[in-house]
């Protein structure tokens, strides 16, 4: 079994409570990286705008290849 067989999450949702920080902004891409659909929560509006505003500027990640 292949690593994207493995974790691939096409066609799944995944919601991310903390997307402001670190972590949760990095689990988020993850999340997305693999193939899901990522719903994103925070308390801070100002970092979660930035991180939307960088999101809608870059590509979605490449999946394994």
């Given at each position: ?6 974790f691939d999450l096409t066609g ?54």
């Open positions: 079994m292949t690593a994207h067989a493995l799944h949702r995944a919601l991310v409570v903390g997307a402001s920080g670190a972590l949760g902004a990095h689990f988020a891409h993850v999340l997305h990286a693999a193939g899901a659909r990522v719903a994103l929560a925070a308390r801070r509006l100002d970092r979660m705008a930035e991180l939307a505003g960088h999101w809608a500027t870059v590509p979605p990640p490449s999946r394994w290849t």
